[in-house]
């Protein structure tokens, strides 16, 4: 059996590994081929791989019965007196090969935004940004977005916008365009691509925290759409404000956006909007840790 680990890995060499091998989730591979197979399987992933990452086991006539081959990877397999070990990086090799970055495929993404919703800070960093998408389903692995918006906060105020429509490869369902009023006209005359929307995006937000409602979410999207585009995993700070208010207000009915702003008596001008929606979190984030 072989098993093919790729992180940001193009979608062409996605495709030509299915051929052989058996895609059991997001970029992990699994089947059963020859060694010459194998061989030129693991050639074909160093050649295309570029920045991105791969990890190969295979069998092998060790004491283990197995063995490694890793790409673009700061933990590397050693061999400690005939049994396969991987060896933990050196610092000055960790940061050569920027290891914040490694590991964080679109299911560690969502993992970590969950993890996160444990981290709800009770004070008001210095800076940060609103985030919210608009998208055409609920399912980041075959949905897609279609708006992006954030808002940058320095010192509790308003610095600056970012928003953009973006146009998707499928048509939008009518359920999305009653919910959120995005057309397909709309995005077809005013939307743009995907990899331009989300590079302009990745660099608005910087290295600086993020805050979202029910941020898995956001995140997920997010990240799943950095993989596609090539870019670097999408792993800054988030504060979760539905994990915030889950803390503050623990008799609210439920911590949909929406429950939450009628409690508080805040308002939501369009909401499924990003923008605004933005503009709501924004509310509902600092009327929290007042609280």
Known sequence: ?????????????????????????????????????????????????????????????????????????????????????????????????????????????????????????????????????????????KDEIIEIAAIKVVRGAELDRFHVLVRPEKRVGDKVVELTGITND????????????????????????VIAHNAPFDFGFVQASCEECDLDDFDNECIDTLALARKKMPDAPNYRLKTLLDLLNLDNKNPHRAESDCEATFQLFRKLIKK
């Not at 086991?57 to 283990?64: G, H, K, L, T, Y």
């Not at 070990?85 to 050196?90: G, N, Q, T």
């Not at 590991?103 to 969950?114: E, H, I, P, Q």
């Open 1 to 141: 059996m072989v098993v093919v680990v790729l992180e940001k890995c193009p979608l062409a060499l996605r495709g030509d590994l299915t051929k052989w091998l058996q895609e059991i989730s997001l970029g992990v591979y699994v089947g059963r081929v020859s060694a010459r197979v194998r061989d030129e399987l693991w050639k074909r992933i160093c050649e295309e791989c570029k920045g991105g990452r791969a990890t190969m086991v295979f069998p092998a006539r060790n004491e283990q019965h197995f063995a490694y081959r890793v790409h673009n990877t700061t933990w590397e397999p050693i061999d400690f007196d005939g049994i396969k070990l991987m060896m933990r990086p050196s610092p000055s090799r960790a940061k050569a090969l920027g290891e914040k970055r490694i590991g964080w495929s679109y299911a560690a993404s969502r993992s970590k935004a969950r993890q996160r919703k444990g981290s709800t800070e009770s004070a008001e960093p210095d800076r940060y940004v609103v985030l919210d998408v608009e998208t055409t389903g609920l399912n980041p692995d």
């Open 186 to 209: 709309l995005l077809e005359s005013q939307g743009v691509d995907l990899e331009l929307a989300i590079k302009e995006f990745i660099s608005y937000i910087g290295d600086n925290i």
